[in-house]
């Protein structure tokens, strides 16, 4: 039997509570598991648990919160670097963003599939990060395009699109690396960007 991590282990409990049940909410399912499966995982005891998370709701907030935070903090450095290109900035962007996608995908897909279960306050919250992020993607492509608001918004979101369905159906056994994926969908990407606009008739 594991040893039970107690309050002064001296690790971070929060951190591991968050991973494991991050684990538990992908493979078994946000709605299957229980509190006593992530303090199981964890290697605690409930009590200690419910010292960090007062119920599950709770935990999953922590992972995406924790996750869109530390996103965003890769992330928007790069787009908001005024020494840069902006094609450079996106480019560099979409890489990362692949990237982060396929190392951290249990969080990524925990997140996106559980949704619904976040409280309306946690919800607006998680979609302020995401909605922070897309607003430095749009504004890189405004600088690229030009004075085409519209555009810029339809083509940032198209990108999203693009980009965030990588993590769904990658596998590191397919024929193609992430960095090959990458190089691929930078050609679409620069493509999407440099889309003519529809003439209204």
């Known amino acids: 039997m594991a040893r039970n991590l107690g309050l002064d282990d001296?690790?971070?409990?929060?951190?591991r509570i968050r991973v494991e049940a991050a684990q538990l909410f992908h493979h078994r399912g946000y709605g299957m598991t229980a509190i006593r499966d992530i303090a199981e995982?964890?290697?605690?005891?409930?009590?200690?648990?419910?010292?960090?998370y007062r119920n599950k709701q709770e935990v999953l907030f922590a992972i995406s919160?924790?996750?869109?935070?530390?996103?965003?903090?890769?992330?928007l450095p790069i787009l908001n670097d005024a020494t840069r290109s902006p094609r450079d900035r996106l480019d560099a962007a979409i890489e990362l963003?692949?990237?982060?996608?396929n190392e951290r995908r249990t969080e990524l897909l925990t997140i996106r599939g559980n949704r619904t279960a976040l409280s309306p306050d946690q919800l607006a919250t998680i979609i302020l990060l995401q909605t922070t992020y897309q607003r430095s993607v749009r504004d890189v492509v405004a600088a690229i395009r030009g004075s085409e608001p519209v555009a810029a918004e339809l083509i940032t979101m198209a990108l999203m699109d693009l980009i965030n369905g990588v993590c769904h159906w990658f596998a590191p056994t397919g024929p193609l690396t992430i960095d090959e994926i990458t190089e691929r969908y930078l050609h679409m990407a620069h493509a999407l960007v440099a889309a003519e606009s529809p003439s209204r008739s």
Do not use: C, K, P, Q
């Open 10 to 15: 001296g690790v971070d409990i929060a951190d």
């Open 41 to 52: 995982a964890a290697g605690i005891s409930s009590s200690t648990m419910y010292h960090h």
């Open 65 to 75: 919160r924790h996750f869109m935070t530390e996103f965003n903090a890769a992330l």
């Open 97 to 101: 963003h692949l990237l982060i996608s």
